[in-house]
């Protein structure tokens, strides 16, 4: 019987080879200026500019104004009509780490143990993966992808969506470390159906082995400062960064108690602290703008965790957080469906979002959650030329269409697997 599980895994990996590999060639360096006239320019730090020329040279932005003179050898592009945004940015998931979820052979977005804080994302990523264009399609420039993991599962990595391979994609390399917090619940449900003390007690052995991973890495860190080391240790060697605050500790959390135990962990160590998912984060919203901790809220499309909780809740939530103070940006923690991260913050909007908020919660607030705001996330003169041209509202189902994308200055080829179907089936015979 395995040895007919194993034969039937194989033929899976095998009949999945052919989708690995996009054959969409990334954009050439920027080798002339390019003069884009006449747009309405959403800057994400300067508010709306309308009709105005935007100028990319050597891959950056080198001017914005009205009625910019193109420099001798440049290409000029009209989009008058047109609406002109940063690149997106999409945080916290496994884009390029995993294909086929019912194929393990193309799934990369995880180790084994419980303690990888030495684990970069960037080495697995798949700059060829299929599903890559379908993202960018949608107006997505970079990805802020993590591995995966049971505790400690490793450092982030801010990789650019039009590559050959994850050395080309790299942006920032360590952005966070990421870890899977314990439970705090104690409900159980129909496939875990132990008493709430049995539970309660689970949660809190896996808390303490948390706190135990965090008392040994810090032992590790004053011994390596003090000289006393005799050797390394990979693991928590990639922990110095973190404790000196260059580093940000990503926790995975979605309940309140996760929230405020995390919370609790970063103040005893004096650490960075960034919550991914933030499922509950609402309910103290204060309390993490106080603390200045961000959050990457990954559920703008969530259902009600409770049966007291309005329908609306998770649609709600970005409004509550901007209104507190809180840095966050909007996210899905998956894969493929990054690419409608951007409808989730055109959501956020009729709920309470001003339509410059939400933009900066795809693009700059993302890019200083990352550590790079002075290199992208917004329209500015000497930053990055990753710039989407959309025909209307990029948060709008109905008149978001991406027309133009450079990242980098380099024009990006927004064929896709989707469209390519979208077209073949276009020509179907009727009847």
């Known amino acids: ?76 592009i009209d989009v008058t009509g047109k609406h002109l945004y940063p690149g997106l940015i999409a945080l916290a998931n496994q884009l390029g780490l995993i294909e086929i979820e019912a194929v393990r052979a193309t799934d990369d977005t995880n180790e084994v143990t419980d303690t990888n804080p030495d684990l970069r994302a960037r080495i697995a990523y798949n700059a060829d993966s299929e599903v890559i264009p379908t993202v960018r399609a949608n107006g997505f420039s970079y990805s802020l992808v993590y591995p995966k993991g049971s505790a400690l599962m490793g450092q982030s990595s801010l990789m650019q969506l039009d590559a050959w391979n994850w050395q080309d994609a790299t942006v920032a390399d360590g952005v966070g470390l990421h870890i899977n917090w314990p439970s705090a619940s104690v409900a159980g449900n129909w496939w875990n159906k132990k008493k709430a003390e049995d539970l ?66 970063a103040k005893e160590y004096q650490l960075k602290l960034v919550i991914v998912g933030g499922r509950d984060s609402w309910r103290m919203a204060d309390e993490l703008a106080a603390a200045k901790v961000a959050v990457i809220f990954t559920a703008p499309y969530g259902i009600p965790e409770r049966d007291d909780e309005a329908n609306n809740t998770a649609f709600k939530t970005p409004a509550l957080l901007q209104k507190a103070g809180v840095q966050f940006a909007l996210s ?100």
Do not use: C
């Open 1 to 76: 019987m395995k040895f007919q599980k194993s034969i039937f895994a194989l033929l899976l990996a095998a009949v999945a080879l052919p989708t690995l590999a996009n054959d969409i060639v990334p954009g050439a360096k920027q080798s002339a200026p390019i003069l884009l006239k006449g747009g309405t320019l959403h800057t994400a730090s300067q508010g709306v500019l309308e009709n105005s020329d935007l100028l990319m040279v050597d891959g950056k932005i080198a001017a914005i104004g009205s009625n910019l003179t193109a420099p001798a050898d440049a290409k000029v």
């Open 200 to 265: 309660a007690k689970e949660n809190a052995k896996r808390l303490q082995q948390v706190k135990d991973y965090f008392v040994q890495a810090k032992a590790y860190v004053d011994a390596e400062a003090a000289g006393l080391n005799k050797g390394v240790d990979s693991r928590w060697q990639a922990m110095i960064p973190v404790f000196k605050g260059e580093r940000p500790l990503f926790v995975h959390a979605d309940d309140i108690r996760q929230i405020k135990q995390a919370m609790l962990l």
């Open 332 to 431: 899905l923690d998956g894969y493929w469906d990054t690419r409608n991260v951007v409808f989730g913050a055109g959501q956020a909007i009729s709920y309470g979002l001003t339509p410059e908020q939400a933009l900066a919660s795809v693009t700059i607030n993302a890019a200083t959650i990352a550590g790079v705001e002075s290199q992208i996330g917004s329209l500015d003169v000497g930053k990055a030329a990753s710039v989407v041209v959309s025909d209307g509202d990029i948060f709008d189902y109905l008149t978001h269409k991406i027309r133009y994308m450079w990242i980098d200055g380099r024009a990006v080829d927004l064929n896709n697997r989707n469209q390519q179907l979208h077209d073949k089936y276009k020509q179907r015979p009727a009847g």
